[in-house]
């Protein structure tokens, strides 16, 4: 069965405390992993595409990964503003869409 | 920058009643999509949508749920007979090009069924 793993559910970090969220999955057939901020109250926000694994994506603080089975969501000297869930996405060659459960991550000053 | 607008924001409905929810996608995007999200679940797909037609659904888009494109903005999302356990937040995206493409969401209906 395809399906989305995320870990850790939720993550404190200190302000400047560089950390990486995982997200691990099962799959038939990949077409693309999607990597997504969302804010409460708030629909997702497009961070990455990953297509195939060995790929990586950067923008400002975040760096995005990929391998076979997981990718990982680098965060650099994080910031407050930086705090929100960060939602990992897949979609498979059935044209499928699968959600992870997201990692909460709060980053204190 | 574009985005695209759910309306309303929240939506209550008496179970068995038929909702109607409302998104304009960003107007060059072909592709459209609903997920739904329950309090504390993950967020799940449920239909895609492009040149007037479905283009692939989920196992929880039954025959209940219907989608139409009315005219050349708005992609509305309809249940015909509301159940409690359709309370949940609806979110709509669209995307440029198909399947692999960064999809941009709406901010959510909130649909309470009482």
């Known amino acids: 069965e395809d399906q989305v793993t995320q870990s850790p559910e939720a993550l404190r970090l200190q302000e400047g405390e560089s950390s990486s969220l995982n997200c691990s999955y099962t799959v038939s057939g990949l077409r693309g992993l999607f990597w997504y901020r969302q804010d409460p109250g708030k629909g997702p926000e497009f961070l990455f595409t990953?297509?195939?694994a060995g790929e990586e994506k950067e923008k400002e603080r975040l760096k995005a990964t990929l391998t076979k089975k997981e990718s990982f969501l680098h965060i650099t000297a994080p910031k407050p503003e930086d705090s929100a869930t960060y939602l990992c996405?897949?979609?498979?060659?059935?044209?499928?869409?699968?959600f992870g459960t997201g990692t909460s991550l709060t980053v204190i000053p | 920058e574009p985005e695209v607008t759910q309306t309303p924001s929240h939506q209550v409905t008496q179970m068995g009643q038929e909702v109607i929810l409302r998104c304009v996608p960003i107007?060059?995007?072909?592709?459209f999509y609903w997920y739904r999200q329950i309090l504390g679940q993950k967020v799940e797909f449920l239909v895609s949508?492009?040149?007037?037609?479905?283009?692939?659904k989920s196992e929880i888009f039954d025959d209940q749920f219907s989608v139409e494109r009315p005219d050349g903005s708005n992609f509305t999302l309809k249940i015909r007979s509301t159940k409690l356990e359709d309370s949940a937040m609806y979110f709509c995206?669209?995307?440029?090009?198909?399947?692999?493409?960064?999809?941009?969401f709406g901010d959510g209906t909130r649909l309470s069924i009482l």
């Open positions: 996405a897949m979609v498979n060659t059935g044209n499928q869409f699968y």
């Open positions: 107007s060059n995007h072909l592709y």
């Open positions: 990953l297509y195939s």
């Open positions: 949508f492009y040149n007037n037609e479905i283009s692939e």
């Open positions: 995206a669209s995307s440029l090009g198909r399947v692999n493409q960064p999809q941009h």
